[in-house]
């Protein structure tokens, strides 16, 4: 049996889970009131402690975590948006939401209209365009029922799900409230990619938005959930982020973070012993243990972008994992632009493109690769340049790792002298009379990446 919508009403708003729309005259609070907006919301919906304990099954986590997440951040940075928006002549066209990186069982089962309703009376509309590039791919939410990655024949009848190791997905499988089958059994695409004629139209995309963002309406705001730059195999973010960072759409990005427990208030070692509520700063930087957040800050920082808010996120999405709490839309950082001091990025030349493509060329690939690390992986991840601070990004991300890799190898199997020398230019290894830690680091482009599989493998990738 379904579960029936669930309506919360507070002052004069109603919150409506599950019902895809409001009721004519229902109002929420509109995001532009700031801090009332999201805590009303946080506090109104289900018991006090939905958003504090895992939940990962819960269909009113489910339906609400993204677009209250949006909320969240729209709140804190209305004014900078309405600003911008008065000055381009679009402060009564619809807020144009792009979320890059969508997929179906989060951002697709999602009910969006919880964002429209909490627009301001100058907000005539609210158009959400989900970028579907893999469009059915689970990441940290239970897949869709019935849908190609939807699991069968298990079950775990609460809120909190179970993760699988074998399948690398949350499992809540099975009758009861909190069965897959009965939150997505009246999914549709067609319900959900149209105009809903209540102040929301959901335009779904089945495509990368290298692809696409050309043909849309410019973008009042970018949201990425766990985009994981700057990844190896994340690569192709870079194209899209110096375009938003160039063209100054805030970019909205909420990230995951793994940590021993969860409650309302939190304590992170590494920021000290002050308890962090929802809602309070974060500080990505010393996160580099326990959040994707840190690899965020790291490749923005790296951009030289502008960081207009880092904080907790108030409505993650929670599950056990490996003894610890996996936190989904834990952190919520928004970018706008660059810093006073910095120029925009540059994006590789034509000729860049075509030196980069010989030499891929060209390279022995099958000498790289193994079970761990498929060639096919590789050449698709370092299939195309990308920029100088995004190269610099993954390099911080990885050399700790491969430093570590190359100590242990020439302990074991000293390096010749010339390996020595290209190790120690990359800051891999220190060499006869040289001092790592001193010199300037050369850049970590498609020739040095060939060289580093050879000689250290793939598996630090």
Request: glycine content about 8%.
């Amino acid at each position: 049996m379904a579960m029936a919508p669930l309506s919360i009403a507070f002052g004069m708003v109603v919150l409506c889970i599950g019902c895809h729309g409001t009721r004519p005259g229902q109002r929420l609070a509109a995001w532009s009131s700031g801090k009332a907006a999201w805590k009303s919301a946080r506090k109104e919906l289900g018991d006090q402690e939905l958003w504090d304990k895992p939940n990962s099954c819960d269909p009113r986590v489910l339906r609400s975590s993204a677009p209250l997440t949006v909320l969240f951040g729209l709140s804190t940075i209305w004014d900078r948006m309405q600003h911008r928006r008065e000055a381009d002549g679009v402060a009564d066209k619809p807020l144009e939401v792009h979320v890059l990186g969508a997929a179906y069982p989060f951002e697709g089962r999602s009910d969006w209209s919880l964002l429209a309703a909490q627009r301001p009376p100058e907000v005539p509309k609210v158009r959400v365009s989900l970028v579907l590039g893999t469009p059915f791919q689970s990441d940290n939410v239970p897949p869709l029922h019935n849908q190609p990655n939807s699991l069968l024949g298990l079950r775990n009848d609460t809120a909190a799900g179970r993760w699988s190791d074998k399948r690398s997905e949350i499992i809540c499988e099975g009758g009861g409230q909190w069965g897959t089958e009965s939150l997505d059994k009246n999914w549709s695409k067609a319900d959900l990619c149209r105009d809903h004629g209540n102040g929301l139209e959901v335009v779904c995309i089945e495509k990368y938005y290298q692809e696409v963002r050309d043909q849309l309406p410019k973008p009042d705001i970018a949201v990425m959930f766990s985009p994981g730059f700057p990844q190896l195999a994340r690569r192709t973010w870079d194209d899209v982020l110096v375009r938003l960072l160039n063209n100054k759409v805030p970019a909205l990005i909420s990230d995951v973070t793994v940590v021993p427990s969860w409650g309302y208030k939190l304590t992170v070692p590494a920021f000290g012993k002050q308890p962090i509520i929802p809602g309070a700063r974060w500080n990505p930087k010393e996160s580099r243990n326990i959040g994707e957040d840190w690899q965020t800050w790291l490749a923005m920082k790296k951009y030289g972008a502008y960081r207009a808010k880092a904080r907790r996120g108030p409505f993650p999405i929670l599950h056990k994992e490996d003894g610890q709490i996996l936190a989904k839309n834990a952190v919520v950082q928004i970018y706008h632009g660059y810093k006073p001091s910095r120029k925009p990025v540059q994006l590789p030349s034509a000729d860049d493109i075509a030196k980069y493509h010989q030499l891929f060329q060209t390279a022995n690939w099958e000498s790289l690769g193994n079970d761990r690390c498929p060639v096919s992986e590789l050449k698709k991840a370092l299939a195309f340049p990308t920029s100088k601070p995004f190269d610099d990004a993954v390099r911080e991300m990885y050399i700790g790792d491969y430093q570590q890799t190359a100590k242990r190898h020439n302990a074991h199997s000293p390096f010749k002298e010339k390996e020595l020398a290209i190790l120690s230019k990359y800051g891999l290894l220190q060499g006869k009379a040289d001092n790592v830690a001193k010199r300037k680091i050369k850049r970590w482009r498609l020739k040095a990446w060939l060289f580093i599989f050879k000689n250290l493998g793939c598996e630090n990738y």
